[in-house]
């Protein structure tokens, strides 16, 4: 049984990524873990009037939090009539990320869902949102869904690379998986930077190539450009439903001070992103 992390602030925009995750898995079985986590900042002076005297901070956030993630969970068994899908609610009064971080090995979770949205530059660089934060620290594939997205059956998937990472398997078991199970087409795509690929580029288009022997795939040749443009671009023109990518762990100056292509993609696009970790060595060019 897969099992699935749904973070909740209870706003609609993560409640619609809790819609496109129950439909997404439809026909999968599936324990869905709904998490809301608290902090003493979201307390504010009208709660601690109405506090009683012998309550705590701590005490009150928990209780209330409690109460509407459960009225959530009631109200999603109540309308998703789907036998293959459980749900468990969990609330924690900690650091955001730490809380996810902790959970996710608890419980052995597979995969995060959440929902994303776009923001000024300024908090694209410096503080992003909640997804790129679980995407940048989070060791767990993420399915970011854009703001608004309803969910749409998938038939063709984009997973871009400049094969100057050596890949491993178990870094791509999430989209092997998922395209081998439903059946999608995933379509690689190398936006070139120059005109012939190096041996190490040759080894890891053929390691690609070998992975996805069960799969629908093809290997896409762009011509030079902005990278975003060009694979979005691609994928407008191919109806593709959803975007895959690797994604490795950046240092906190890193993340203060450079945008990196996942970052772009998860603030301005407009289908489903799957995030997966890449732990395999990248060639400096």
Known sequence: MK????????SENSIN?????????????????????????????????????TESIFDSLIVAAKERIKNLTDDLVANHSNPLH??????????????????????????IVMGTRGGSKLDKRIFGSNTIRVIQRCSCPVLAIP???????ISDIAFPSNYYTKYNAEDL??????AEKQDY??????????????????????????????????F?????????????????ANSVDLLALMSRKHSFLERLFTTHPVESFAF?????????????EFYLK
């Open 220 to 236: 896409i040749e762009l011509e030079q450009g902005r990278l975003f443009k060009m694979i979005n671009n691609y994928m407008a």
């Open 86 to 111: 459980t749900f468990k609610s969990n609330v924690d009064y900690d650091n955001f990320i730490d809380a996810i971080n902790q959970l996710v090995v608890i419980e052995k979770i597979n995969l």
């Open 147 to 153: 703001q608004g997205y309803t969910y749409e059956e």
């Open 268 to 280: 301005n696009l407009k289908v489903p992103l799957l995030v997966m970790e890449n732990t395999g």
């Open 3 to 10: 099992k699935i992390l749904l973070p909740t602030d209870f």
């Open 173 to 178: 078991f999430p989209l092997v998986s998922l």
């Open 17 to 53: 990524a809790i819609r496109y995750a129950l439909a997404f898995f439809e026909r999968e079985a599936c324990e869905f873990y709904i998490l809301n986590v608290q902090k003493v900042s979201s307390f504010v002076s009208d709660d601690l009037m109405a506090m009683q005297p």
């Open 185 to 218: 087409t995933v379509h690689v795509i190398h936006v070139k930077d120059s005109e012939h690929l190096t041996e190490f580029q040759e080894n890891n288009r053929a390691f690609l190539d070998s992975c996805f022997t069960n799969i629908n795939h093809s």
